[in-house]
Nanobody
Framework: QVQLVASGGGLVQAGGSLRLSCAAS????????MGWFRQAPGKERVFVAA????????YYADSVKGRFTISRGNARNPVYLQMNSLKPEDTANYYC???????????????WGQGTQVTVSS
């Protein structure tokens, strides 16, 4: 069974930092691009950041540019998201996902992890 498990979320004050991790099992994701998405209550799931399979190309939503950094890890932990200067509007459930097309669209991501909640207090 293919699984992606996101972790590292939590409660943090505005201006703080968190590092999200994504653990993989059941499949190797070395040849996949990886992405992070987030979904706030009552809102659609939206793109946050993506990285290609080699790690040489990264893509960010305008809302997180300069504050978030996506990076590749190893086969078991294929992607991380370092989040700095967090704002209350960053509060959401964050998901990692894998795609052969990056940054791609939401539909291009075939493998999804369960979310990890990030809450930023003002």
């Amino acid at each position: 069974q293919v699984q992606l498990v996101a972790s590292g979320g939590g409660l943090v004050q505005a201006g703080g930092s968190l590092r999200l991790s994504c653990a993989a099992s059941g499949r190797m994701f070395n040849s996949y691009g990886m992405g992070w998405f987030r979904q706030a209550p009552g809102k659609e799931r939206v793109f946050v950041a993506a990285i290609n399979s080699s790690g040489q190309r990264t893509y960010y939503a305008d809302s997180v540019k300069g504050r978030f950094t996506i990076s590749r890890g190893n086969a078991r932990n294929p992607v991380y998201l370092q989040m700095n200067s967090l704002k209350p509007e960053d509060t959401a459930n964050y998901y990692c996902a894998a795609s052969l097309v990056v940054p791609g669209s939401l539909e291009d991501y075939k493998y999804w992890g369960q979310g990890t909640q990030v809450t930023v207090s003002s």
